[in-house]
């Protein structure tokens, strides 16, 4: 399994979907979002929780029909579903390695960039944490949507559509906690249920991220 982890690890940021890509994405939402809503810094404070967990959001949907694609490519699938290998245990390192590429980098990057948003001091911590406690989910739940489209050509749209409202509560609740927490207000109720979300997802959706590649590649 550890093998397997860092061979997606390589492939991640070899294939030009890494944490590069994710970043950089980050950062122009970021960028453009004051130039769009006007150089008001209470309101940009106001909106900087929302709009930082958006950004990672979407940074970590960029990278979603990577997951199997590859491995689909060049037939190397076939041989990881019928390997001695639990394949909710490959599924859950392939998550694994998305988190740690797209997702673990984000989550660090979020902080800084908070100051261009003006994000109070206070919040940054709350940020950071409610980014690690949920970016786990994205990962988790954006493995299921590509082990539902694989095999189709051009399936980034369909993933899109599929992942975008099973994301809806981690969303939520994520942007609730940073924002709570810039605000002084009490936090850990949120947080709560955003770990109870990634420890909910972890748990259940590698058995059907595997039944759906079982069926697609039958």
């Given at each position: 399994m550890i093998a397997l982890l860092l061979r997606d690890l390589r492939l991640s940021v070899r294939s030009g979907g890494?944490?590069?890509?994710?970043?950089?994405?980050?950062?122009?939402?970021?960028?453009?979002?004051?130039?769009?809503?006007?150089?008001?810094?209470?309101?940009?404070a106001r909106i900087a929780a929302g709009i930082l967990w958006l950004g990672a959001l979407l940074a970590c949907l960029l990278s979603l029909?990577?997951?199997?694609?590859?491995?689909?490519?060049d037939g190397s699938l076939d041989l990881l579903v019928t390997a001695p290998m639990p394949l909710e245990g490959i599924v859950a390192m392939k998550a694994l390695a998305h988190w740690l590429v797209t997702g673990l980098p984000l989550t660090l990057a979020a902080p800084v960039l908070a100051v261009l948003l003006n994000l109070p001091a206070q919040g940054y911590g709350w940020l950071f944490l409610s980014l690690l406690v949920g970016t786990p989910a994205l990962s988790v739940i954006g493995t299921f949507g590509a082990a539902l489209i694989v095999g189709l050509k051009r399936g980034g749209l369909l993933l899109s559509l599929l992942v975008l409202p099973l994301y809806?509560?981690?969303?939520?609740?994520?942007a609730e906690v940073a924002k709570r927490g810039a605000d002084g207000l009490p936090a850990l109720v949120p947080l709560a249920l955003l770990g109870a979300i990634s420890a909910g997802s972890a748990a259940l959706l590698p058995f059907a991220s595997a039944q759906a590649l079982r069926i697609n590649l039958r």
């Amino acid at each position: 399994m550890i093998a397997l982890l860092l061979r997606d690890l390589r492939l991640s940021v070899r294939s030009g979907g890494g944490f590069g890509l994710g970043l950089a994405f980050f950062l122009l939402v970021t960028i453009l979002v004051p130039l769009a809503v006007g150089p008001e810094s209470a309101l940009h404070a106001r909106i900087a929780a929302g709009i930082l967990w958006l950004g990672a959001l979407l940074a970590c949907l960029l990278s979603l029909d990577r997951i199997f694609a590859l491995d689909h490519e060049d037939g190397s699938l076939d041989l990881l579903v019928t390997a001695p290998m639990p394949l909710e245990g490959i599924v859950a390192m392939k998550a694994l390695a998305h988190w740690l590429v797209t997702g673990l980098p984000l989550t660090l990057a979020a902080p800084v960039l908070a100051v261009l948003l003006n994000l109070p001091a206070q919040g940054y911590g709350w940020l950071f944490l409610s980014l690690l406690v949920g970016t786990p989910a994205l990962s988790v739940i954006g493995t299921f949507g590509a082990a539902l489209i694989v095999g189709l050509k051009r399936g980034g749209l369909l993933l899109s559509l599929l992942v975008l409202p099973l994301y809806v509560p981690t969303l939520i609740y994520g942007a609730e906690v940073a924002k709570r927490g810039a605000d002084g207000l009490p936090a850990l109720v949120p947080l709560a249920l955003l770990g109870a979300i990634s420890a909910g997802s972890a748990a259940l959706l590698p058995f059907a991220s595997a039944q759906a590649l079982r069926i697609n590649l039958r």
